[in-house]
């Protein structure tokens, strides 16, 4: 079909630049030719200076004696042909139209042929609506049959509780009378709220499905456009097919686009958009019932959506789909892990510890990057390592090994890194300690992995204060290794961090005495220059700012207090990372020990080497007894 809109298309416009050159070639050449008098032409034909005449109406081409091309108008009713024959002169006739329509459609054609144009491109620009140009208020829901791929339950993993709540609506749809014969009404619609890339989509196509009946989609977008009125136009279109085809199920994606609160933004909002919403609300519950169409929505904005749109009667259920759990994002990995070949060494539980906070969109990514990597290199099947470089890849970046660090750069990281992992690990309820590397990532120069054995739900205060020493460990270890003077700016990100976790603890969660048990969080906004917020004196600024002040210190000391009791292991670890750049975890520990690494990429019978203890200030010299201060 598009093909032939654009053949069309250029066939439309051949002919119009061809009637354009045919109505002004004439034109054209009247304008090359220089224009004489009447009655100068007639002097020069009695004195024998023209040798040619083409008699055209009343239009005189001449071609003069010596070759010039000239031009005149001979006066309506003047008869010039018998005096050209008797001066020799030759003459030329041009057979004029007899009828009228012929000239009159070399007139109008140019400006049909726009007119043309001009709505072939307008229909583009709607989109190529239904029913060409004149079909902007047909609805845009597309149909959706087997044929794009059918989507069951089975496919979906990791939200059990919205699958329930979904899987009763495919019931209803199978078997109405279940739910009838107890006064029961089959919802009108379902509302899925979650952030992006949970499966909001994915659950729907299920439900089509799992229900075997017809399923519409659309896009809140689709129904905004350039004109007024268009909108709710395409509404009752819509609802129109779908009650050609109930009992089916309409799913309307990114609902906020068309279903934001009314009367909002300068001079009450957008007009078309909310003549849409009010044409969406009444179809969905008004005088006349929509019986057996079930109204499915997705969105990730349920704040800005107007609460008429929310009312039992219109969206009875409103799903939450939230970001899955550990164990949720085993089973995601393990749908998508069916359609790549994995190796035996693959164990999701790992790698479902070490994605917290990924959606079922961002795992499925992962495992992309896995298979591609394993592609990359010609291997046969996808291995644990794969899965990890892609992990590291999606969360941290890409490896930057052409970032080219000085010998005193590598060093420093080593020794802020082996700080983070010495402290975490010292640490009883900190997450232990997955991997440690210093090659750039991102914008990182090295990094210290932890991975929880479950997902965090929720923060203690001894737990957060350990979080903080083992975040202000890089900087401790820094100031130990190289002294007051020699600290850099790598701790910036760490004091971000603490900072956040600190104000949190302070103003948000209620974990200092002196501050007390009220949320300050909304006042430090407004008192940071954002609006809203209530006032506060300041003598509790300067308490709030003075607690987060001392919960940092607090976190730097002990973290320094761990890194001087175990120096030989700080120092053992950080020799470590500059001879082997990532560790894992149970490397980490082998070090610690000081046992020996084995492996293919181990230099065999390596041992670590053996340090000596630096006290809080000094460095160690090449033989082991450290300079002094």
């Given at each position: ?33 220089r ?9 020069r ?9 083409t ?27 018998d ?14 139209q ?26 583009r ?42 899987e ?26 979650g ?62 686009a068309?279903?934001?609160s ?26 006349e ?21 929310l ?21 995601i990995?393990s749908?998508?892990?069916?359609k ?30 896995a ?7 010609g ?32 060093e ?5 890194e082996?700080?983070?992992a ?32 479950m997902?965090r ?26 002294g ?15 900072s ?130």
């Open positions: 079909m598009g093909n032939a809109r654009n053949l069309a298309f250029w066939v439309v416009l051949f002919l119009m630049i061809l009637a354009l050159f045919n109505l002004f070639s004439d034109g054209t050449a009247t304008m090359n030719s224009q004489i008098s009447y009655s100068d032409f007639v002097e034909v009695d004195n024998d200076q023209i040798s040619a005449v008699i055209d109406g009343e239009d005189l081409m001449i071609t003069g004696a010596d070759g010039q091309q000239y031009s005149t108008v001979r006066p309506l009713g003047e008869e010039i042909t005096r050209l024959i008797d001066k020799n002169v030759d003459v030329k006739v041009v057979k004029q007899q009828s009228g329509f012929m000239s009159m459609l070399g007139v109008w054609l140019p400006f049909i042929l726009l007119i043309g144009v001009w709505i072939f491109f307008m229909n620009m709607q989109g190529g609506g239904k029913g060409g140009a004149m079909g902007f208020g047909k609805s845009r829901a597309k149909l959706l049959t087997e044929k794009h791929g059918r989507v069951t339950f089975d496919d979906v993993a990791g939200i059990d509780e919205a699958k329930e709540e979904l009763e609506i495919v019931e209803f749809l199978r078997n109405p009378q279940k739910f009838s014969r107890l006064g029961g009404k089959i919802p009108k619609g379902a509302l899925l709220v952030p992006p890339g949970t499966g909001k989509t994915l659950l729907a196509r299920a439900i089509a499905g799992e229900a075997g009946v017809p399923f519409f989609t659309i896009s809140g977008s689709d129904f905004v456009e350039m004109f007024v009125g268009v909108g709710a136009s395409r509404v009752r279109d819509m609802f129109e097919q779908a009650k050609k085809s109930a009992p089916c199920i309409l799913f309307i994606d990114e609902i906020d068309v279903g934001r009314r009367g909002v933004g300068i001079g009450g909002g957008n007009d078309e958009r909310e003549q849409t919403l009010n044409q969406l609300l009444v179809e969905m519950d008004g005088f019932a929509n019986e057996g169409i079930i109204i499915i929505a997705a969105t990730n904005r349920k704040d800005v959506l107007d609460p008429a749109l009312r039992p009667g219109r969206f009875d259920r409103q799903i939450h789909v939230p970001n899955p759990d550990i164990k949720g994002r085993e089973k990995l749908v998508h892990a069916r790549v070949p994995v190796g035996p060494d693959v164990d999701l539980r790992i790698i479902a510890r070490g994605t917290p906070g990924f959606s079922g969109a961002d795992l499925m990514n992962l495992v992309n990057e298979a591609l990597m394993a592609a990359r290199i291997r046969r099947f996808v291995s644990m390592e794969d899965f990890e470089n892609a992990k590291d890849k999606v969360m941290l970046g890409v490896e930057r090994r052409s970032m080219v660090l000085s010998p005193e750069q590598k420093k990281t080593a020794y802020h082996a700080g983070h010495i402290v975490g690990l010292s640490l009883p309820k900190c997450d232990p300690v997955y991997k440690a590397t210093i090659i750039p990532r991102g914008g990182a120069l090295g990094m210290v992995v932890s991975l929880p054995e997902d739900l929720n923060f203690h205060k001894d737990e957060a204060k350990q979080k903080l020493a083992m975040t202000m460990a890089g900087k401790a270890a820094e100031i130990i290794k190289y007051e003077e020699g600290v850099s700016n790598g701790p910036a990100g760490d004091i971000q961090q603490a956040g976790l600190a104000r949190a603890m302070v103003m948000r969660w209620g974990m200092s005495d002196k501050v007390g048990n009220i949320d300050y969080a909304e006042a430090h906004e407004g008192y940071s220059g954002s609006t809203g917020g209530f006032s506060v004196s300041a003598a509790t600024k300067e308490l709030i700012e003075q607690e987060v002040h001392d919960l940092i210190e607090e976190g730097y000391a002990e973290a320094r207090r761990i890194l001087i009791e175990k120096n030989e292991e700080f120092e053992r670890l950080a020799q470590g990372l500059l001879e082997y750049e990532t560790l894992t975890g149970e490397e980490i520990g082998k070090i610690i020990r000081g046992e020996q690494l084995g492996g293919d990429d181990d230099t065999p019978g390596s041992a670590i080497p053996s340090v000596t203890a630096v006290p809080k200030t000094g460095k160690p010299t090449p033989g082991g007894d450290p300079a002094p201060a």
